[in-house]
Each structure stands twice: as structure tokens, then as C-alpha cells.
């Protein structure tokens, strides 16, 4: 899997391999208010680590990462979609949601 290999290098500095990645489509007006949502959420949370990408670039790992729909903020600790948030909702739901999954799961 040599595009997760990537966005692992990408994510490269992220605090301890958790890393959040924004998946969207260009033409999407739900992708774009969520994105919306997703910036003003991250003038609250700056530290939170967050990348995005159109998900056409993704082709050969939506399935390993199964991602439904769009949009889609996936948390990834090691290369490992460990949560997705397909709703929004609202600025608050966002942020509470990056909060929330900012803190590293014990395994």
C-alpha cells in the first residue's frame, strides 16, 4: 500500500502516528460547508493534526480505510482508520468531536 505509506510520511510530525485527514470531492456543496466547519473548528483545536485530500487520490485505499461516503473525517493512529465522522453537523459538534478523539486510544 504505497499511497498509505505516503500519507503516513505526510502525516509526518503528527504527535505519536495520530493524525486526523479530511476526504472530500471537488463538486460536493456538503463537502465544502463541512469543510467550512472543519476550519473554523480548527481555529479552536490548531494543534489538532488534520490533512485533506480529494478522495479520487485515494483509489486504492478507501477500501482498506472504508470509507462510505463524503465527506469524511477519518482519525488515523498509525495508518489505522480507527474513527470516521460522515455528519457534521455544526462547528461545536466538530469541535468536540476533534477533542475527543485527539487523546490517543490505550491499547
Not at 4 to 14: D, F, K, M, P, T
Not at 40 to 56: G, Q, R, S, W, Y
Amino acid at each position: 500500500m504505497r499511497a498509505l505509506e505516503e500519507w503516513n510520511r505526510r502525516a509526518g510530525e503528527s504527535r505519536d502516528g495520530l493524525w486526523f485527514l479530511y476526504i472530500y470531492t471537488p463538486m460536493c456543496g456538503t463537502c465544502a460547508l463541512a469543510e467550512r466547519m472543519l476550519q473554523i473548528a480548527l481555529e479552536l483545536e490548531p494543534d489538532a493534526p488534520v490533512l485533506k485530500t480529494n478522495i479520487h487520490a485515494l483509489t486504492d485505499i478507501t477500501a482498506a480505510w472504508q470509507i462510505e461516503s463524503v465527506p469524511c473525517l477519518l482519525r488515523l493512529e498509525d495508518g489505522v482508520a480507527t474513527k470516521k465522522l460522515y455528519a457534521f453537523q455544526s462547528v461545536p459538534n466538530v469541535v468536540t468531536v476533534l477533542r475527543r478523539w485527539k487523546i490517543r486510544e490505550v491499547k
